[in-house]
């Protein structure tokens, strides 16, 4: 039963891995209930860019409005994520996914009314600054059920799985759907998954963390820790390459007159990501978790060299398998070494700055590819995705040297 600070116990138990981190009370049902959301959640940067795109013919505009959504989710989620380890999940998620839901509607009729650039990164903005973190907020829950207990890295493979998993289903549904239907169909759909797993999630009251009112005031101090900073820059850079990505990809495949493979394509990284989790997760691995980091970007910087000579959408299609062998364990690291450097009371935060430096990053890279591409085509965008991943890189060094491990 719960203890006294509310964190749910399980029993003494023999297994490890998977099995052993389903076995907490109520992890199957807020794992699953927050499934479509991550799936809403994978298709609404593309679906912006679909939908901006085929309103004004421009990737500039697309990648404009794109970035503007991401910046106002970088700056906004840590926000929300303060309101919400003070106030509490249940009570704060369904005032976010109303919100959100608001922009989005506003930002589909200003594209339809050709409405100014202006305009549109307004509305994109407040859908970015109002999009619910589900992610940071299932690792709050795993975290609140067995932090001390290392069956949670195990349980943060799962959340790289769901992610995984929805970032192989949400691009090639968004994409299909708007290249055969509409780009308004598209964003529609993203935004009706993401409240149906929201509200499904904010209806798990008993797996939530305690509010954490009064620790929550000196929340920001305690976020400013060398390590903790360090691996937000790892994010940022990782952000860079999904952002330099989701508009080099959409090019490629436009401008080889095979627009409705742009989702399935892009989805391909995620597909290995997915296989490449399984595995990681599978097992306990000896080396200290910042070394296990930077040999993941190590080799997610080696594998976006290919990206650099394709010349189809064959080529491409390969080359996009191989970045996601490093994906999956470098988003298990960050949650494993984050949980590990911060306090419980502002752990949500924490998971959502980690959010907030990817989508910082894919804020700057959409807007950057956006420009390269209209100019010199996708290849330049590849180019862009491949020194992102250089600056992670070094990023995951300084985690190491000040982690100390």
């Not at 890295?153 to 790289?160: D, M, N, Q």
């Not at 400013?224 to 952000?239: C, S």
């Amino acid at each position: 039963m719960p203890v006294v600070s509310g964190r749910i116990r399980t029993p003494e138990r023999q297994q490890s891995g998977y099995s052993a981190a389903l076995q907490t009370p109520g992890a199957w049902k807020f794992y699953l209930a927050a499934a479509p959301a991550r799936i809403g959640i994978a298709m609404t940067g593309l679906g912006i860019v679909w939908l901006v795109h085929g309103s004004t013919g421009s990737y500039a505009v697309a990648g404009t409005v794109t970035g503007g959504f991401a910046v106002a989710e970088a700056i906004g989620g840590p926000q929300v994520a303060r309101l919400i380890d003070r106030y509490g999940q249940s009570r704060m998620l369904p005032v976010t996914l109303l919100l959100h839901a608001s922009a989005v509607a506003l930002l589909i009729l200003l594209t339809l009314s050709a409405a100014p650039l202006w305009m549109l990164v307004l509305a994109g903005v407040l859908a970015g600054g109002s999009l619910p973190q589900i992610g940071a907020q299932t690792a709050a829950r795993w975290s609140h059920a067995l932090r001390g207990d290392p069956v949670i890295s195990s349980a943060f493979a799962l959340e790289s799985l769901g992610t995984g998993m929805a970032f192989l289903v949400g691009p090639a549904l968004i994409g299909t759907v708007s290249a055969l239907v509409s780009p308004v169909a598209g964003s529609v759909l993203a935004t009706g998954l993401v409240l149906a797993g929201g509200f499904a999630l904010a209806a798990q009251r008993s797996t939530a963390p305690p509010s954490a009112a009064a620790d929550s005031q000196a929340s920001s101090e305690r976020l400013l820790r060398k390590g903790f900073l360090a691996m937000v820059g790892t994010n940022v850079g990782v952000g860079l390459f999904f952002g330099s990505m989701q508009v080099s990809v959409t090019a490629f495949a436009v401008d080889r007159g095979s627009a409705s493979l742009a989702g399935p394509l892009y989805s391909i990284t995620s597909l290995i990501s997915l296989i490449a989790g399984v595995a990681y997760g599978a097992r306990r691995w000896r080396l200290p978790a910042p070394t296990q980091l930077v040999l993941a970007m190590t080799i997610l910087a080696v594998t976006c060299v290919p990206l650099l000579a394709v010349n189809s959408p064959l080529a491409l299609a390969l080359a996009l398998a191989l970045p996601g062998l490093a994906l999956a364990p470098i988003q298990v690291l960050s949650a494993v070494l984050t949980e590990a450097e911060v306090e419980p009371a502002v752990l949500t935060q924490a998971f959502t700055w980690l959010n907030s430096g990817s989508a910082a990053g894919i804020a700057l890279g959409a807007a950057i590819a956006g420009r390269a591409v209209d100019t010199h085509g996708p290849h330049l965008g590849f180019a862009q995705a491949l020194a992102a991943t250089l600056f992670a890189t070094a990023m995951a060094v300084v985690v190491r040297r000040t982690t100390g491990r």
